[in-house]
């Protein structure tokens, strides 16, 4: 935007006051009708002219005219409120960010007792949530994993992942999977799957070569491959569960598998589990599941308890030596900063208090077999429904089936939403404290929409 048309776009809006109104509604415990429809139009108003209007066409929360737009301002729980009031189960659960539940209040209070005494690290002190953090992690996590890099994202966790396997191995190949998703920033894309988000950036990282997921054949051949033409594999990047690729599950021996040959061949193996991490599959780390020990383990999402965006990768010590000489050979600004170390403590305390990845198993049990009794006449529209722990995937025999039914739970008050690989599955992903008696709402809305589906 040019300096001339910025002023006169400026000059139209009294910034300070239109920033004070903002704060106002933020600061307030009720919103009156008024200030409602006033948050709604401006939110739709900024989506289109500051934001990207393509939301609007995309959303099932806008209207076609947008003449009516669901717009959250509250959550606690399993379920967030639009600015209206109305209240929706979050049965997408922030793509697996609210395994500890919407605001949790244990973590919630960890971030403020912080945030009274220190909000961000000076960076150049030894800051001590970092340390603390640090060691509980090497406590928990499967195997010899020890040394902690701490990110603000998925795919910040997966690009630090990658350069240490590069700094570890001193090789460029990678081995990833078809339907696999890593994140979008260019190293992490690399490894994502999905042609459509991968086109437009290629050539991206070189090295990378994806097989099918789940065939051990394949993955056996492209090493050996690789190695006959003096490309040796670094590492192999899996998700234990794919989640955007649409809920799939490995065949059971296939990470047991994968790990032999990644020893076989000097390899390193690097678990993603931004998304089956923090208890989401029933064990707290979906690699304890299939009795897998990675040299790199990637979190992010729920790793912050919701609260506050964090990431980390954990790591051997054997591959995170490659940083000790040079800590700064990858650093980043915000990564580990007290607020998110405070929040992801909480975390791992209220997961482990209230053995919340047993919950997981437990209710989505119930959760899985309540689904696909409903399904009982509607084989027609629903393919398969599949799941481990609270991560579930309905697999429609189409996408537009699919966007119907997500439409019309989202009607109902349930939110759920298609992969990003994989359209054709919605995924189920709410939070681990989700009550029975919630569930069975799910479940008996779940049935009332897909009879409503034409
Ligand atoms: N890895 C996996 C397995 C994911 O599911 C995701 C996000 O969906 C990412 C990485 C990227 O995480 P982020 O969106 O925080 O960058």
């Not at 912050?304 to 980390?312: K, R």
């Not at 919950?359 to 429904?385: F, P, Q």
């Not at 189920?428 to 479940?443: A, C, F, R």
Request: glycine letters at 10%.
């Amino acid at each position: 935007m040019s300096i001339e048309v910025q002023q006169e776009t400026l000059k139209s809006t009294n910034v300070t006051e239109y920033i004070g109104k903002v704060l106002g509604l933020i600061e307030k415990e009720n919103l009156t009708v008024e200030e409602a429809k006033w948050i709604t139009e401006e939110t739709v108003e900024g989506f289109r002219e500051n934001i990207n209007p393509g939301f609007l066409e995309y959303r099932k929360t806008v209207t076609l005219d947008n003449q009516f737009a669901a717009v959250e301002w509250s959550d606690e729980g399993s379920c967030f409120k639009d600015v209206n009031g109305k209240e929706y189960i979050d049965c997408l659960g922030g793509f697996g960010i609210y395994n500890v539940g919407h605001r949790n209040p244990k973590v919630l209070k960890a971030v403020q007792d912080q945030l009274q005494h220190q909000a961000l690290h000076s960076q150049d002190l030894l800051d001590p949530l970092r340390a603390m953090l640090g060691k509980v992690l090497a406590e928990i996590t499967p195997g010899d994993l020890k040394y902690s890099f701490f990110t603000n994202s998925g795919t910040e966790s997966v690009e630090a992942a990658l350069k240490i396997a590069k700094m570890y191995s001193d090789r460029t190949t990678f081995i990833s999977t078809t339907r696999a998703f890593h994140g979008k920033s260019l190293g992490s894309l690399s490894g994502t799957a999905k042609g459509v988000f991968r086109k437009p950036f290629l050539p991206l990282i070189p090295g990378f070569r994806h097989v099918p997921f789940g065939d051990i054949e394949i993955m056996r051949k492209t090493f050996e491959v690789c190695q006959f033409v003096g490309e040796d594999v670094a590492a192999v990047i899996l998700e234990p569960i794919q989640g955007e690729g649409g809920i799939i599950l490995p065949p059971q021996n296939y990470l047991k598998e994968v790990r032999a040959l990644c020893d076989e061949y000097g390899a390193l193996l690097i678990l993603d589990e931004v998304q089956t991490g923090m208890g989401r599959t029933g064990k707290m780390f979906a690699a304890e599941l299939y009795n897998v020990e990675p040299d790199i383990l990637c979190l992010a999402k729920a790793f912050g308890g919701g609260i506050v965006p964090a990431g980390a990768i954990i790591a051997n010590e054997k591959t995170f030596k490659s940083l000790f000489d040079n800590p700064f050979m990858h650093t980043t600004t915000f990564g580990g900063n007290p607020l998110a170390c405070a929040a992801a403590l909480a975390t791992i305390k209220v997961l482990i208090e209230e053995d919340l990845p047993t919950r997981a198993a437990e209710v989505g049990k119930y959760l899985l077999s309540g689904l696909r009794e409903s399904t009982v006449g509607y084989e027609d529209k629903v393919m398969e429904i599949r799941g481990q722990g609270l991560m579930i995937g309905i697999e429609f025999h189409s996408d537009e089936v699919g966007y119907e039914f997500s439409k019309g739970m989202f009607d109902e008050g349930v939110l759920v939403a298609g992969t990003l690989v994989n359209s054709k599955t919605i995924r189920i992903e709410p939070p681990l404290t989700i009550s029975y008696s919630e569930v069975d709402q799910v479940i008996a809305t779940f049935k009332k929409v897909l009879s409503q589906l034409r």
